[in-house]
């Protein structure tokens, strides 16, 4: 097996994703386009997508970082705006995408269109949030695109599995349809439900780390697969258990959790980076066998999909938002009032990925009877060129558009100031809880100690406060800034005068390692600390 292919797509993706948070284009839109331009240099191998890799292996730890990192009690609280993006926009563009191509593309069955349909119905929000991140879009947007790619999968790939049998000739029925759905959506909670409460149980019982992040790796994994060996969908199952060990997260183990983020960030990384450099890396593979289509004919085909694909998510999101509150005074009583710009932004922000083209790659290349599948080359076209598409022509659009429309962005002082509130109620309870354990004779202390256990309370309730200071008249520093450039000059200080007595045979490699990874620690709660 020649590995160097998958060493230079690691690798090369990961360069241009560090590089691109230099540059003014988000990471996921800098990779599509040098995988695009690097497709057809000489000597590229060719990177086919498969399937039976994407689906099984990439997408569970992607969907597990997202979900993990995502707020439970947010979600919740956008559960209605969450399920009509991710369960009913999904099917309206399948039928709606699907209807089209039947009507634009002569000699297409409307099976195969539907196919169609199915495969370019998910956004995959992953570029839409690191461009929430990046422009600071208000926290309810961002929750909502955040739950809706986090669920639309599942979705996507119930209806088209669906669309599939009918189109192969399983002879699908509308009944045999809907208990599909119904059989992938509840198994997969279901499975979800019943995973998640042992394997948290696993994670605060197994006390070394190592392990424990051994079997954090292997959790996405374990509950798509479980799901998926009885017929229902992995996607829900690793959303609902990540959601769970995410909200519990607090019960593990500091040293886990400390490895655990570093992991996991590093895995999310690699995989981001490598998938949205294979996008752009299937354009020979799918220019391959498009026969008559090439052309004129081709490239209006391309635009009716992507017109459609736009269009159909304005036509869902803009009634989804507000017909509710009209019908509804409990929605009106719960929820904020939506404005017509955070709509837009939502609309917008639909941008195609890695999914739509995995799930059009697993299309059979023949039906039951030995026939050809009716125009899948013609399928794999359009959906390379509708995620491009999107990619590009929204991706690229987003920021400016959001910073046209004015959206409110996150109040930083606000949240620093209930930051500040929760530590300094955090700290009273502690002071109180450390002078009970003090006046025990079990734990006496030498004053020394005792004191320095109140100052470490203390600067940790003062710290926050602290940063609602004004920035230095002279540097320019904010607080946070000057904190965290002092604590560095500090600890570089102590890290030189330990490698010096290491190198002068005062001291072991093993004992540096020992107090590097002390300054290490310390330098990470600096960091924290000063936000």
């Not at 369960?87 to 002569?106: N, R």
């Not at 002279?474 to 030189?496: K, N, P, Q």
């Not at 390692?513 to 990470?524: I, S």
């Amino acid at each position: 097996m020649d590995v160097m292919p998958l060493l230079l797509l690691v690798a090369g993706s990961a360069a241009v994703a560090a590089a691109a948070r230099r540059a003014p284009v988000p990471a996921p839109l800098l990779l599509v386009a040098v995988g695009l331009l690097v497709s057809y240099l000489p000597g590229v191998p060719e990177y086919t997508l498969d399937p039976h890799i994407v689906l099984p292996l990439v997408l569970p730890p992607l969907l597990h970082s997202a979900a993990t990192d995502s707020s439970y009690l947010d979600l919740r609280a956008q559960m209605r705006p969450v399920m009509l993006l991710s369960v009913g926009y999904v099917l309206f563009a399948t039928f709606a995408v699907g209807w089209i191509a039947y009507l634009v593309v002569p000699g297409l069955p409307l099976t195969a269109a539907l196919v169609l349909g199915a495969v370019v119905a998910p956004p995959d929000a992953v570029a839409a949030t690191a461009v929430a991140r990046r422009v600071g879009l208000p926290s309810r947007i961002t929750t909502i695109l955040q739950g809706e790619s986090l669920v639309n999968d599942a979705t996507a790939i119930t209806a088209y599995r669906v669309a599939l049998a009918a189109a192969v000739g399983e002879g699908a029925t509308w009944a045999g349809g809907i208990g599909e759905f119904l059989l992938a959506a509840f198994g997969g909670i279901g499975m979800g439900l019943v995973l998640m409460v042992p394997l948290h149980w696993l994670r605060t019982h197994v006390k070394e780390a190592l392990l424990q992040n051994t079997l954090s790796l292997l959790i996405p994994f374990v509950a798509y697969a479980a799901a998926e060996q009885v017929h229902a969908s992995g996607v829900l199952a690793v959303v609902v258990v990540a959601l769970y060990l995410g909200h519990r997260a607090w019960e593990v183990d500091f040293a886990t959790r400390l490895q655990e983020e570093a992991v996991w960030k590093m895995v999310a990384f690699v995989l981001e980076s490598a998938v949205f450099a294979l996008i752009g890396l299937q354009l020979p593979v799918v220019l391959k066998g498009l026969g008559e289509y090439e052309g004129t004919r081709a490239a209006w085909y391309a635009f009716a999909v992507f017109a459609v694909v736009v269009a159909s998510r304005f036509v869902w999101v803009y009634p989804a938002t507000f017909l509710p509150r009209m019908l509804s005074a409990r929605i009106r009583k719960r929820e904020a009032n939506p404005t017509w710009k955070g709509a837009f932004v939502i609309s917008w922000a639909g941008m195609r990925g890695v999914v739509s083209l995995a799930i059009a790659f697993s299309i059979p290349l023949t039906m039951h009877g030995g026939e050809p599948f009716p125009e899948r080359n013609l399928i794999l076209f359009l959906t390379f060129t509708t995620v491009i598409g999107t990619l590009v022509v929204q991706g690229v659009t987003l920021p400016p558009l959001i910073r046209l429309l004015k959206l409110p962005g996150r109040d930083t002082q606000a949240e620093t100031l209930a930051e500040a509130n929760a530590q300094a109620q955090a700290s009273r309870a502690a002071e109180r809880r450390l002078e009970e354990l003090l006046s025990d004779d079990r734990n006496d202390l030498p004053e020394a100690l005792a004191d320095r256990l109140r100052a470490v309370l203390e600067r940790r309730r003062n710290s926050v406060w602290e940063r609602l200071g004004q920035a230095n008249p002279i540097t320019g520093e904010s607080v946070d800034d000057t904190y965290r450039r002092l604590s560095r000059e500090v600890i570089g200080t102590e890290r030189a005068v330990f490698v010096k007595l290491r190198d002068g045979r005062f001291i072991d490699d093993e004992m540096l390692r020992t107090l590097l990874r002390r300054l290490d620690l310390e330098e990470a709660a600096a960091y924290r600390e000063a936000g």
